[in-house]
T-cell receptor
Framework: GNSVTQMEGPVTLSEEAFLTINCTYT??????LFWYVQYPGEGLQLLLK?????DKGSNKGFEATYRKETTSFHLEKGSVQVSDSAVYFC????????FGPGTSLSVIP | SAVISQKPSRDICQRGTSLTIQCQVD?????MFWYRQQPGQSLTLIAT?????????ESGFVIDKFPISRPNLTFSTLTVSNMSPEDSSIYLC????????????FGEGSRLTVL
């Protein structure tokens, strides 16, 4: 069946550091790709999306590019802030959304 | 964004009892789903709530354990039946504006602890 693999944390970075969270998905068809974020004490929310190959999703300084050739959708941010501390989920959508295991990010001042 | 509200936000229950979680969505939502998030784990889809008919369950989830209703477009309930400590989880109601869009809106979840 379809699946998603995601870099597991926890990840701890200093403020202003560069962030990459790796995500790869199974290549059955052409899923839409999503990153969701869960801030402490809050509900899950959509961070960004890309619906076809080579699309780049972006939001709040985060970016991810739909790479069909490597079946990847890595999340990046050039300079993280303390407020980015959260759990991040990679989530491809085939006929339904499959959530990755989540990556916990802590950003320290 | 769509508005999704759930209640209760948390509860502590005794083994063998049942609890019903309610979810109310706004009219932008067409599809409704129920997820489970076990402690420290990712989200697992329990079922798709279908308006006026039986829910569509994912592998590993059965109607007797997790009966779901959706009597109208904007309201759904999930019951966790005959609970055991293994059912301690966060149960999340979610919705989307169309089929298979992948763009989901979530309620804040119902944190259930079973003693």
């Amino acid at each position: 069946g379809n699946s998603v693999t995601q870099m597991e944390g926890p990840v701890t970075l200093s403020e202003e550091a560069f962030l990459t969270i790796n995500c790869t998905y199974t290549a059955t068809g052409y899923p839409s790709l999503f990153w969701y974020v869960q801030y402490p004490g809050e509900g899950l929310q959509l961070l960004l999306k890309a619906t076809k190959a080579d699309d780049k999703g972006s939001n709040k300084g985060f970016e991810a590019t739909y790479r069909k050739e490597t079946t990847s959708f890595h999340l990046e941010k050039g300079s993280v802030q303390v407020s980015d501390s959260a759990v991040y989920f990679c989530a491809p959508c085939y006929d339904k959304v499959i959530f990755g295991p989540g990556t916990s990010l802590s950003v320290i001042p | 964004s769509a508005v999704i509200s759930q209640k209760p936000s948390r509860d502590i229950c005794q083994r063998g009892t049942s609890l019903t979680i309610q979810c109310q969505v706004d009219s932008q939502v067409t599809m409704m789903f129920w997820y489970r998030q076990q402690p420290g784990q990712s989200l697992t889809l329990i079922a798709t709530a279908n308006q006026g008919s039986e829910a569509t369950y994912e592998s590993g989830f059965v109607i007797d354990k997790f009966p779901i209703s959706r009597p109208n477009l904007t309201f759904s309930t999930l019951t966790v039946s005959n609970m055991s400590p293994e059912d301690s989880s966060i149960y999340l109601c979610s919705g989307s504006r169309g089929p298979n869009t992948g763009e989901l809106f979530f309620g804040e979840g119902s944190r259930l602890t079973v003693l």
